[in-house]
């Protein structure tokens, strides 16, 4: 993210800035990415190893010419073996290819992508110890970074009251300001749409209004 610490500080003070102002609480949390996609990763490696495999194929006697033009000795298994470990080697190449973010985005279906960061979205909000508050209106700003999705996660005291459509709109808008690396203004801002809109439906409590979970900026493992 290359925030510095002045960017978590002023972070963490919109979360209180915002808490202040509603009986509900907020809480931030990011990964790296939200599962191993190692099966995609090594799936796609083999499908285009595969197809570039075949493709070489009609160029079986081009490269048996070469290698008798080294003068080496050349039972029949030569091809083959030639074939198989430029195979092996390509597959591991492209694996560690496809292990980088931009090629990783294309090669991950989209519809696991979002099943992913939706489940570690949902274990975040468990992790965290958000559902804890005595009232249960805590919420949970859950950003995956290799999916480039966000997921904000209500507990069921603030779900039977605002819709998970008013969060996809925060979500959806945190996500494309952090498209455009405009990382800290785009979770202070959601933090103070989220901070409104709970301050709409739980307003504070002046006499009584405790600070039930930590104002900070989580990292969390996959």
């Given at each position: 993210m290359r925030l510095s610490d002045a960017a978590f500080e002023k972070i963490k003070n919109s979360i209180k800035n915002a808490?202040?102002?509603?009986?509900?609480?907020?809480?931030?949390?990011?990964?790296?990415?939200?599962?191993?996609?190692?099966?995609?990763?090594?799936?796609?490696?083999?499908?285009?190893?595969?197809?570039?495999t075949i493709a070489a194929l009609p160029f079986a006697k081009t490269i048996r010419a070469f290698y008798e033009s080294l003068n080496?000795?050349?039972?029949?298994?030569?091809?083959?073996?030639?074939?198989?470990?430029?195979s092996f080697c390509l597959i591991l190449f492209l694996f560690f290819l496809f292990n980088i973010p931009a090629l990783d985005r294309i090669v991950i279906p989209n519809f696991f992508k979002r099943k992913e960061v939706s489940a570690r979205a949902m274990r975040a909000f468990t992790e965290c110890g958000i559902y804890s508050t005595r009232e249960h209106t805590g919420i949970l700003i859950f950003v995956s970074f290799?999916?480039?999705?966000?997921?904000?996660?209500?507990d069921e005291g603030i779900a039977k009251k605002i819709g998970n459509d008013l969060w996809n709109i925060i979500a959806d808008s945190l996500a494309s300001e952090i498209g455009k690396k405009n990382i800290e203004g785009a979770f202070c801002d959601a933090v103070e749409k989220c901070g409104e809109l709970l301050a709409q439906y739980f307003p504070a409590d002046e006499n009584d209004n405790p600070d039930e979970l930590d104002n900070g900026f989580l990292i969390l493992e996959k």
């Amino acid at each position: 993210m290359r925030l510095s610490d002045a960017a978590f500080e002023k972070i963490k003070n919109s979360i209180k800035n915002a808490e202040s102002k509603t009986s509900g609480e907020i809480v931030i949390a990011v990964t790296a990415e939200s599962s191993d996609y190692s099966f995609w990763e090594l799936s796609a490696a083999l499908i285009v190893s595969l197809a570039i495999t075949i493709a070489a194929l009609p160029f079986a006697k081009t490269i048996r010419a070469f290698y008798e033009s080294l003068n080496w000795s050349s039972p029949e298994w030569y091809l083959p073996a030639i074939y198989s470990f430029a195979s092996f080697c390509l597959i591991l190449f492209l694996f560690f290819l496809f292990n980088i973010p931009a090629l990783d985005r294309i090669v991950i279906p989209n519809f696991f992508k979002r099943k992913e960061v939706s489940a570690r979205a949902m274990r975040a909000f468990t992790e965290c110890g958000i559902y804890s508050t005595r009232e249960h209106t805590g919420i949970l700003i859950f950003v995956s970074f290799l999916e480039r999705q966000v997921r904000i996660v209500a507990d069921e005291g603030i779900a039977k009251k605002i819709g998970n459509d008013l969060w996809n709109i925060i979500a959806d808008s945190l996500a494309s300001e952090i498209g455009k690396k405009n990382i800290e203004g785009a979770f202070c801002d959601a933090v103070e749409k989220c901070g409104e809109l709970l301050a709409q439906y739980f307003p504070a409590d002046e006499n009584d209004n405790p600070d039930e979970l930590d104002n900070g900026f989580l990292i969390l493992e996959k």
